[in-house]
């Protein structure tokens, strides 16, 4: 299909967004990531009946948490698509780029930065 | 199981307010079960305390360790060599288990961040529901297996009150009657001759800590 979408976005392959655990959203906010996202299948159609909700809820709680700190829950999100939309998966990687552009960088990330200085 | 919920994130923010190294223990028995204070929760709860003190410019260095039993001196022996190096010790731990680690540690302070709420059962992932007061003196033979002193709002052991209305309990509609539920239970045992015995009153006068010695053990001689 040779879709473009921005090069800022990092991918990380799990078998099922099911495996996405709390720690791994919030870690990756601790490390100085400005946002993360996890793309799971329609809700409905997971292969293993409730992967995708499960990680629904981890997202969140995990926007409950980051709140809770002092930081815009909506740094993390989850988006649903069918392996067969490529454009999808696009517009969604641009889409949570700009909406991350609009709340600017994360204030953790100069702590991040001191700590791999070290 | 013992239940707990972790305390709200600001009240243990404002505990460790003024401590710049912390050692967050967790316990691997009943809050690591009901998804309150175990290896996990402790990960998660290091992490938010970290991002929050640097956001406020005041970071704290959060240690993890989670031990089999905190409510067991055995296995909070391992903690021995890592206290010295922190300025306090967060315990995710039961209340019981709080305070045998503030016992063992007293020079250390031992701050809570959990709230221990009751001894209950698992519904389902996450879904707990109070079942035992822990009352010594129980009762179930003669209820049907379903407990007055937990279910019942007032805790009669010889029930019900003039307040059981239509299976509810007074104090709300949605709250089922302890003494109505016990009555069909045993009813369709065909034992309801058990609800006449009368159970004397809990004697909740003068509580000091209880002690169990099971058969066959003895408290060891101090010395």
């Not at chain 1, 409905?44 to 992967?51: K, R, V």
């Not at chain 1, 490529?86 to 700009?98: L, Q």
């Not at chain 2, 967050?24 to 929050?52: F, I, R, S």
């Amino acid at each position: 299909m040779r879709l473009d979408y921005p090069s800022n976005i990092k991918i990380i392959r799990v078998p099922c967004t099911g495996k996405v655990d709390v720690m791994h959203l919030l870690g990756a906010i601790q490390r100085g990531a400005d946002g993360v996202y996890a793309v799971g299948c329609m809700e409905g159609s997971c292969h293993y009946n409730a992967g995708n909700l499960r990680a629904r809820e981890r997202v969140l709680h995990v926007q409950k948490l980051l709140e809770e700190i002092g930081l815009e829950g909506d740094r993390v999100r989850m988006y649903n698509l069918s392996s067969g939309e490529g454009p999808t998966f696009a517009a969604y990687a641009k889409e949570m780029t700009e909406h991350i552009r609009k709340l600017g960088p994360n204030p953790l990330k100069k702590w991040a930065r001191a700590k791999n200085k070290e | 199981m013992i239940v707990a919920k972790r305390k709200p994130f600001n009240e243990i923010k404002s505990l460790l307010k003024g401590y710049g190294k912390v050692l967050n223990v967790g316990c691997g028995t009943c809050v690591a079960v009901c998804l309150a204070g175990g290896e996990k929760e402790v990960a998660v709860l290091n992490a938010e305390l970290d991002m929050a003190r640097k956001l406020e410019d005041n970071p704290v260095e959060m240690g993890a360790i989670t031990v089999e039993r905190q409510c067991d001196m055995e296995y909070l022996e391992a903690l021995d060599s890592m206290v010295g190096g922190y300025d306090a010790l967060l315990s995710m731990a039961c209340g019981a288990g709080i305070q045998f680690l503030a016992e063992r540690y007293p020079d250390k302070p031992v701050l809570p961040a959990v709230d221990t709420t009751f001894i209950g059962v698992n519904q389902g992932v996450g879904w707990y529901e109070e079942r035992c007061r822990s009352c010594s003196s129980c009762v179930l033979g003669l209820t049907g297996g379903i407990c007055p002193v937990t279910m019942c709002a007032k805790g009669l052991y010889n029930g019900p009150c003039g307040g059981t209305n239509k299976g509810s309990c007074e104090i709300d509609k949605n709250q089922p009657c302890a003494w109505q539920m016990i009555y069909e239970r045993l009813n369709a045992q065909n034992r309801l001759d058990c609800i006449l015995e009368i159970t004397p009153p809990s004697d909740w006068q003068n509580q000091i800590p209880r002690t169990v010695i099971q058969p066959g053990y003895k408290k060891p001689e101090k010395g």
